[in-house]
């Protein structure tokens, strides 16, 4: 089974919301990814959790504040958005570890949150 | 400067009119290869890795080899429901994350 589950599967929210994206993933994955999707782009990394700690953060606006409460779960809490925040945003998982030597690399990917930001 | 580059950006066939997609890299210290399909508003769907120069995958009708500069995705008798828009990944000891490239959308006409 190499399946991420993302939920919801489509959000609305304002600007003074505060909304969560939810990952979970049970296949022992011990790193976990958050990335951003516009359309008609390749998606863009924004944070990398490995064994629930946060490795990488790639120079994402506060607003945006990831969480990984366990080592199957991974949350992205969302507070003041703005419109070009809109997106999907994807959830993936795999056993790579960064910055370690390790080969195998696959990422696995949940069928995304669409988020529209008004 | 690192780079993953993947052409065509699209790319129309008609069913059965076998085609090339292609992904070239410059990245110091390879680490693997990855392809994948993406259909419209949904996740990345993992197709192959591969991590050495000379290595070939197969999968149905899609077949993805790997030189030292760059990788084919051979799309061999296509049907409709190939469309999609295939994206080439890389990961590299210097970039410490995966780098997508731009995707080539197919359109696979009946």
């Known amino acids: 089974d190499t399946e991420v589950t993302q939920t919801p599967k489509h959000l609305v929210m304002g600007m003074t919301n505060k909304k969560s994206l939810k990952c979970e993933q049970h296949m022992g994955h011990r790193a976990m990814y958050w990335y951003k999707q516009k359309a008609k782009k390749p998606p863009e990394l924004m944070f990398v959790y490995s064994y629930e700690k946060l490795s990488i953060n790639e120079s994402v606006p506060s607003r945006f504040s990831p969480e990984c409460p366990n080592s199957s779960l991974l949350n992205l809490h969302l507070h003041a958005l703005q419109p070009e925040d809109s997106a999907l945003y994807l959830c993936?998982?795999?056993?790579?570890?960064?910055?370690?030597?390790?080969?195998?690399?696959?990422?696995?990917f949940g069928a995304g949150t669409r988020l529209s930001v008004l | 400067e690192d780079q993953v580059t993947q052409s065509p950006e699209a790319l129309r066939l008609q069913e059965g009119e076998s085609s090339s997609l292609n992904c070239s890299y410059t990245?110091?210290?390879?680490?693997?290869l990855f392809w994948y399909r993406q259909d419209p508003g949904k996740g990345p769907e993992f197709l192959f890795t591969l991590y050495s120069a000379g290595e070939e995958k197969e999968k149905e009708r899609l077949k993805a080899t790997l030189t030292k500069k760059e990788s084919f995705l051979h799309i061999t008798a296509p049907k409709p429901e190939d469309s999609a828009t295939y994206l080439c990944?890389?990961?590299?000891?210097?970039?410490?994350?995966?780098?997508f490239g731009s995707g080539t959308k197919l359109n696979v006409k009946p």
């Open positions: 990944a890389v990961d590299a000891y210097n970039f410490n994350k995966f780098y």
């Open positions: 993936a998982s795999s056993h790579f570890i960064p910055g370690a030597r390790v080969i195998e690399n696959i990422q696995y």
């Open positions: 990245v110091s210290g390879l680490r693997g």
